[in-house]
């Protein structure tokens, strides 16, 4: 052992790189930074080795992206045409509702537009179908009168559930009204009054012996309350259109469920 440390410092002397006047030699330039000196070393047993790269699945996965950020690039001829039809229909409501607020272009006459809206409401109807019943002394005026109330008030829950269903909003921020609240019509789709307009009217042109001008009226009525709701911005052509089908379903299904004199005399007795 002391042998190999002296012949190590021997070699040491030897070393001519070790003088003093060569001692530069062994420094690194300055300006240098210490990355480069570093980079040149070679890695040692601690070194790390680099990272494994991800299986072809790993990197298909972090290549996609969420669903939400990516654009149909294709899309159907259905949903091209249901968006323009809807965009048509935005469009038409809105210039249509010159009724809709103080600052429209029809303000004036706002009060009879909301006027003949009301009368297709759902309220006045049952309450005077129940008063005309109760002041009814025929059978056959009693059998209408019950029909009627009957599709008034199908009427009322099959509006109050699709607009539940639906929860679409009208053409301008209107805010319901007490009646229409009491009625659970407080969505746009499908137009309620609409809706009771078109069955009325169906009912009464086909139970009632009525002139052709009163017929013609009638009809000329139930439009003018679809297009009261669209005039004062509470509803859009579209569900005004609705409104008129399902009121015309709705009498189809009482006119299947009619009942008969003997039921209507049985519920107004036990009434």
Request: aromatic letters at 8%; one cysteine or more; proline letters at 6%.
């Amino acid at each position: 052992m002391p042998a190999s440390q002296s012949r190590a410092r021997a070699r040491d002397r030897s070393n001519v790189l070790n003088r003093a006047e060569f001692l530069s030699l062994n420094q690194p330039p300055k300006g240098v930074p210490e990355a480069r000196r570093t980079s040149r070393q070679a890695p040692g047993p601690s070194a790390q080795p680099p990272p494994a790269s991800d299986g072809p699945r790993e990197r298909r996965q972090s290549q996609q992206l969420p669903e939400e950020d990516c654009m149909q690039l294709n899309p159907s001829f259905k949903g091209i045409a249901f968006s323009s039809l809807l965009a048509i229909d935005i469009c038409m409501s809105k210039r249509l509702g010159v009724c809709a607020s103080r600052a429209s272009s029809w303000a004036s006459a706002r009060s009879m537009v909301k006027l003949i809206g009301i009368t297709g409401h759902g309220i006045p109807w049952i309450g005077g179908t129940i008063l005309c019943l109760v002041k009814s002394s025929t059978l056959a005026g009693q059998e209408v009168l019950m029909n009627l109330l009957l599709a008034l008030l199908l009427d009322i829950m099959t509006v109050a559930g699709v607009q539940k269903l639906i929860k679409r909003r009208g053409p301008y921020e209107t805010s319901p009204g007490l009646l229409d609240y009491l009625t659970m019509d407080i969505y746009a789709f499908p137009a309620g009054h609409a809706s009771r307009a078109a069955m009325v009217s169906k009912f009464f042109l086909s139970h009632l012996v009525l002139a052709v001008p009163l017929r013609v009226l009638l009809v000329l009525w139930a439009f003018c309350v679809g297009l009261s709701r669209v005039m004062i911005g509470r509803h859009h052509i579209t569900d005004v259109v609705s409104g008129f089908i399902i009121g015309y379903f709705q009498f189809r299904l009482v006119e299947l469920v009619w009942m008969s004199s003997n039921t209507c005399q049985m519920l107004i007795s036990a009434w």
